[in-house]
């Protein structure tokens, strides 16, 4: 059994699985003994990216307190998305790209957080840093979670920094970036072996403002229509998922990866603030939003200043 | 005017003077328009290490967002020992070496914290990822704060990072660190011209744990006798504080730097903690702490565990 585990956030995306099977590997030749674990399914995007690479999905661990005292996480700090006993562990490290919110430690740690577009980015400066080679699988999943992160590039999130990463990693992988990015996104993007019930959950965050609780679910999709012609269905999903959570607002983001625009379902008591917000008309619970991509930077932001 | 300010916490200590320069520095070097300011007085030691190496005291600057509308944090990031109106800046870099807590920002940010002894450990990295080399001046700034945080080297916070950036440093800056470095900290427990009020507040730091609100003063001495041959007037002083600030629990240290061991005052309706925290009995609202000489590492993280 390994001493610390590296975790990602749950509902894991490509960034958060492959950032934690990377940075184990790396604390592992640190002599650290370190285990990439998973807080939930790893997506279709996901899948691929591994299954090209040659890795085997990291383990499920539902509470981390039962197996370690201390552990690494990647990809988040927010302690609502992480495992739900995470107060009952040592976070001894931290590597991530996200506003830092509830988030609180006892002693000093090792707290790394830089705004650029994927937690991958970072890890290449600390395989540098540590003047450890990255192999050319671990270079192939890295490149991986910012094409993933970034979508190919055009998320306003992704840096000059991401960029130039990409474009070492995608040497040291041996791939060409962008056909293999379009062919990984496109494997995310087919969301025929997936339920409602799993585009609900598949990518989907928690967030406090303002003293209210808001969730927001993306997915990625070729063919928008695909999924909002069944809006009547998700609203029920989303109800439901609003009563048991106690949430305040949901917000439901189908994310055109070829046009990069965005359109949503919003639902909760709160769910007014949308069209002052975003400055766009809501019809029938739903809304355009052209040019959005990001969660992080242009739907996050906009909400949490909203409702505070 | 400068359009980024660079600030250590309140009450500051060397190492928060000397990192607000050093990084206002090489965010300079690097293009960015930045001053460092302070929150309060500087005190003995950190005024003889400006003396001794050039330069002028930081300007004094009680409300951050009258001037600007970024800032960076260095040696510390909770909000109550930060400025006043932090809340109404954006927080766009923090350099620490600190527990992390109360602490939240909208938008990603550069969040750079390491278990190290002290913020000019991290700086002095920061320098080198960047290319930018230390003059002989800034060095020796840097150089001061380590020692003052690590008192010479002696705490249990210092790590062998903070003793190889010292020994960089002091190459740097042309100085012998260990003859320098007791001259510093003998000029920063020269207590002659400082009122018991001073005392009080020279490098009082607030924190909060358990829903309970405590603050923990600490001061060096040579003599540790001539403080605590004061304790009737030093607890009058205490219980103001106390009943002004609404503080369930104060503790006043007085650490001996030659001995390296401190003595504390403990007042507040949780003071009771303090004998079962320590394993040490409190005689007369009186403690001896043998070996404890960190504050971060030796009585912040008892005490939260206690009120937790
Ligand atoms: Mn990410
Ligand atoms: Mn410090």
Redesign the interface.
């Known amino acids: 059994m390994s001493n610390v585990f590296v975790l990602g956030h749950k509902n894991p995306d490509t960034d958060s699985i492959c950032s934690a099977i990377s940075y184990a590997y790396l604390k592992n030749q640190l002599g650290m003994d370190a285990e990439p674990i998973r807080l939930g399914d790893v997506n279709n995007e996901t899948a691929f990216a591994l299954q090209k690479f040659g890795f085997d999905q990291p383990r499920l661990v539902e509470r981390v307190s039962e197996e370690v005292s201390q552990v690494i996480l990647v990809d988040h700090n927010e302690r609502q998305q992480s495992a739900v006993d995470i107060a009952d562990v040592q976070v001894i490290e931290v590597v991530d790209?996200?506003?830092?919110?509830?988030?609180?430690?006892?002693?000093?740690?090792?707290?790394?957080?830089?705004?650029v577009g994927c937690t991958t980015t970072i890890l290449l400066k600390l395989f540098k840093?540590n003047a450890v080679e990255v192999p050319a699988n671990i270079a192939g999943l890295m490149l991986s979670a910012i094409i993933s992160d970034s979508l190919l590039f055009k998320s306003p999130t992704c840096t000059e920094q991401d960029v130039q990463a990409a474009r070492e990693l995608a040497e040291m992988a041996g791939v060409d970036a962008a056909e293999y990015g379009l062919a990984m996104l496109k494997a995310g993007a087919d969301l025929s072996n997936k339920t409602l019930e799993d585009l609900m959950s598949l990518d989907s965050k928690e967030f406090e403002a303002g003293g209210h609780r808001f969730e927001v679910a993306q997915v990625n999709a070729i063919d928008v229509a695909e999924v909002t012609s069944r809006q009547k269905e998700i609203e029920v999903l989303m109800n439901e998922k609003i009563a048991r959570k106690g949430l305040d607002l949901f917000v439901f983001v189908v994310t055109d990866i070829l046009n990069n625009d965005s359109t949503a379902i919003v639902l909760g008591s709160r769910s007014g603030i949308i069209e002052g917000a975003f400055k766009s008309s809501v019809v029938d619970n739903r809304v355009l939003l052209p040019g959005v991509v990001s969660r992080?930077?242009q739907i996050?932001?906009v909400i949490?200043?909203a409702l505070s």
């Open positions: 790209h996200h506003r830092i919110a509830n988030f609180e430690t006892t002693d000093p740690l090792y707290f790394r957080a830089e705004p840093e992080k930077k996050i932001p949490t200043e």
